[in-house]
T-cell receptor, first 120, second 115 residues
Framework: AQKITQTQPGMFVQEKEAVTLDCTYD???????LFWYKQPSSGEMIFLIY??????QNATEGRYSLNFQKARKSANLVISASQLGDSAMYFC?????????????????FGKGTLLTVNP | GAGVSQSPSNKVTEKGKDVELRCDPI?????LYWYRQSLGQGLEFLIY????????KSGLPSDRFSAERTGGSVSTLTIQRTQQEDSAVYLC?????????????FGPGTRLTVT
């Protein structure tokens, strides 16, 4: 089974509107982190926001917020007031075993991404 | 400060040739990671370094792939006898330490095309 699933290959949104990018994950580890990255056409991966599995509140970072629903194993990214510069690929990623000293708590497992297009 | 840099930005090589990809992490970052991004495959983890040692090489696709890191800084990913399926963007990332919620900062990548 895939560890990270992004079901939306592409999304369109009008400038200044909000958009939600879906991400579901699969893990049996009690401690994990969920990350969102943006990859514009230039190719560089830009870190946006993260959520730890034990965090009580949803993470927010400027116009980005993470709708974390632990029971449903979803960590959707919400972008408010979309801008033309938000057009890019968006990747959800997970790191497991955060509380352990070993395991795979260093590597990120990525979803296949969602291509967001912001229309003027 | 300077981010993660990678060179070359683009590399076209003939099948069967060897290539070397270079990554220069952010100064002071002890952890370094290599990922591969193929069309339709998303990003795959290849290898990670803590200092100069590579505790996990399990993501390397075959024994044609190797990587080293010297002086706790620059890393080189070497692909021997390149095949067409090696064509991809190779991304390097670094972080202050491995694990936890330490953020990984990515470089711009090297686009490898094997003809």
């Amino acid at each position: 089974a895939q560890k990270i699933t992004q079901t939306q290959p592409g999304m369109f949104v009008q400038e200044k509107e909000a958009v939600t990018l879906d991400c579901t994950y699969d893990t049996s580890d009690p401690s994990y982190g969920l990350f969102w990255y943006k990859q514009p056409s230039s190719g560089e991966m830009i870190f946006l926001i993260y959520q730890g599995s034990y965090d009580q509140q949803n993470a927010t970072e400027g116009r980005y917020s993470l709708n974390f629903q632990k029971a449903r194993k979803s960590a959707n990214l919400v972008i408010s007031a979309s801008q033309l510069g938000d057009s890019a690929m968006y990747f959800c990623a997970m790191r497991e075993g955060l509380l352990g000293s070993g395991g795979s708590n260093y590597k990120l497992t990525f979803g296949k991404g969602t291509l967001l297009t912001v229309n003027p | 400060g300077a981010g993660v840099s990678q060179s070359p930005s683009n590399k076209v090589t003939e099948k069967g040739k060897d290539v070397e990809l270079r990554c220069d992490p952010i100064s002071g970052h002890t952890a370094l990671y290599w990922y591969r991004q193929s069309l339709g495959q998303g990003l795959e983890f290849l290898i990670y370094f803590q200092g100069n040692s590579a505790p996990d090489k399990s993501g390397l696709p075959s024994d044609r792939f190797s990587a080293e890191r010297t002086g706790g800084s620059v890393s080189t990913l070497t692909i021997q006898r390149t095949q067409q399926e090696d064509s991809a963007v190779y991304l390097c990332a670094s972080s202050t330490r491995a694990g936890g919620l330490s953020e990984q900062y990515f470089g711009p990548g090297t686009r490898l095309t094997v003809t």
